[in-house]
């Protein structure tokens, strides 16, 4: 999927707390994706994953805005289901001696693998180490 990006957890969360390290520049590049109409990609793991995270590090009131978000993004968010395949390729990284790293990301590689996508919206370093590149 040519100029897609996927977007990853730590991406969503920083886009609704304005108390997260990378809100500012979220904002800025969220905003860069709506003006050039960019194809945002996540998963429904990921959906799940940030709700709890957010729920979690920041209270309801924040994970119901993130809800609000996807609501109003419906058009630009493709949230597609991770397949049996892609958690069977997400193996492939998850055995790696690599320090935080998170089931759900070795799922989001694979399936960015499956669907060609080769940008990644998040503040992780995992995407880079897999051979994925930063839209920022």
């Not at 040519?2 to 707390?17: C, N």
């Amino acid at each position: 999927m040519p100029d897609s990006v996927f977007i990853d957890t730590g991406f969503f969360k920083a886009l609704v707390d304005e108390d997260d390290d990378f809100y500012r520049k979220a904002v800025k590049t969220w905003q860069k994706f709506r003006k050039k109409e960019t194809v945002l990609i996540t998963s429904n793991f990921i959906i799940d994953e940030t709700l709890t995270v957010i729920r979690v590090k920041c209270r309801l009131e924040k994970a119901l805005k993130f809800r609000d978000l996807l609501a109003e993004s419906g058009d630009v968010i493709k949230i597609v289901r991770v397949t049996v395949a892609d958690e069977a390729g997400a193996w492939k990284w998850f055995v790696k001696d690599w320090r935080r790293l998170s089931f759900t990301d070795c799922v989001s590689m694979a399936l960015m693998e499956r669907l060609g996508v080769n940008m990644v919206a998040g503040f992780d370093q995992h995407f880079t180490r897999a051979g994925f590149k930063y839209a920022h």
